[in-house]
Each structure stands twice: as structure tokens, then as C-alpha cells.
């Protein structure tokens, strides 16, 4: 077999076009996703009863499930259960946001409930109150610690939204079908696609090996 170069060639535009969908939904995915990991993570680590068992609760759930029944879920369900109608992008990004929560919920409170208790003890001590002793004493060490873990599990939402293709997002993968299904060459087109997602988790990669060089991981 021949590789036609040509075909990846006139593929790019499409595929690159898929590739700035896929950030997009990483990345606002993501943002979301830190927002509920960490509030999900303090009340985890730090939460009464009834908070800590919500948490609880929510992180095993998703966990406990797979991204795309999620976001089928989502996409389908929700619309019969709650009148609640969303387009496909809207789920998508729903879903990285609700996954990666409950990931980086267990992240958030690993790293909080690793930093030794003598610390926490002393700054309460000397009088601080509990949120002084979490933004100044704990939090800038726990945020340290958290980098790496918390740059797996973005280079795993990016792939994930590899799953939405199933809702019809034209996101990366979705290009590259659409355009094999055209002119039937899956080497060329399949490959494409790899190398692609395989050039965007090395760049974001090198981004965090870069900020944990800087970070001085404790």
C-alpha cells in the first residue's frame, strides 16, 4: 500500500478546524471542571457530614461511570427526565466539566490531607482563622502537589473528547470519520488524526513539566 499524501494534505484544514473544537471544549471543560473539583475536594477534606457525604456521593457516581454514558445521559435523558434540552456542544462540555469534577475532587483532597497536620495545628495556634490557615499555610502547598496528578487529568479530558462523537460534535475525531467516510482512505486520515491529538498532549505536556520545573514541586 501506498501512502497518499496528498490526501492528508487536503485533509488538514478540516482536521485542524476539529482540533480548535477540541481545545475549546477541553479547555472550557476543564475550567469548569477545577471549579466543582475544588469546591468537591474541600468539602471532601474538610466538609461536614452531610457535605462530605454529597461529595462522596457525586465523586463515586461519575467515577463509578463511563464519560460517554454521561454524556448520553446528558444529551438524551436529561431532555425526558427535566424538560431539560441541551445542543450537543453544551453536553459536551457538561460532561468534561461534571468527569473531570470528580477526578479532580479526589486530587484536591489527596493533596489538602497529605500536608502535615502539625502545620494546620500551628497556624490555628497562633490564632488564624481556618480559611487564613487554608489560603496561606495549606493551600500553597497542597496546590503544588496537585500539578502533576492535575496534568493527567487533563491530558485525559483532552482525548475524552475523542467520546463525544457519539452526540455528533464536530470535534477532531468527528472530522476525521466524516472525511474518511468521503474518500476512504483510513491510513492516511486515521493517522492524521493521531498525530494531531498526539502534537496537542505533548505541547500541554511540556506546559506543565515547565510549571512544575517553576513550582519547585514540594
Not at 198 to 218: F, Q, Y
Amino acid at each position: 500500500m501506498q501512502f497518499d499524501w496528498s490526501v492528508v494534505a487536503a485533509a488538514v484544514p478540516d482536521l485542524l478546524g476539529g482540533a480548535r473544537l477540541t481545545v475549546f471544549i477541553a479547555v472550557v471543560g476543564l475550567i469548569g471542571g477545577v471549579i466543582v473539583g475544588t469546591i468537591a475536594g474541600f468539602m471532601r477534606a474538610y466538609g461536614h457530614a452531610i457535605l462530605n457525604a454529597i461529595a462522596f456521593c457525586y465523586i463515586e457516581i461519575i467515577r463509578g461511570t463511563p464519560i460517554v454514558v454521561q454524556v448520553m445521559f446528558i444529551y438524551f435523558a436529561l431532555p425526558l427526565l427535566a424538560d431539560i434540552r441541551v445542543n450537543p456542544m453544551t453536553a459536551a462540555i457538561t460532561a468534561i466539566v461534571v468527569n473531570a469534577g470528580a477526578y479532580i475532587a479526589e486530587v484536591v483532597r489527596g493533596t489538602l490531607l497529605s500536608v502535615n497536620k502539625g502545620l494546620k495545628e500551628a497556624g490555628l495556634a497562633l490564632g488564624l482563622p481556618m480559611w487564613k490557615v487554608l489560603l496561606y499555610v495549606i493551600g500553597p502547598i497542597a496546590f503544588r502537589r496537585m500539578i502533576p496528578p492535575l496534568g493527567n487529568q487533563f491530558i485525559v479530558s483532552l482525548k475524552d473528547t475523542s467520546l463525544f462523537i457519539v452526540i455528533g460534535v464536530g470535534e477532531l475525531t468527528r472530522q476525521g470519520q466524516e472525511i474518511m467516510a468521503a474518500n476512504f482512505h483510513a491510513v492516511e486520515i486515521w493517522s492524521a488524526v493521531a498525530i494531531i491529538y498526539l502534537g496537542m498532549t505533548s505541547i500541554l505536556t511540556i506546559v506543565l513539566r515547565l510549571i512544575e520545573k517553576r513550582m519547585r514541586i514540594l
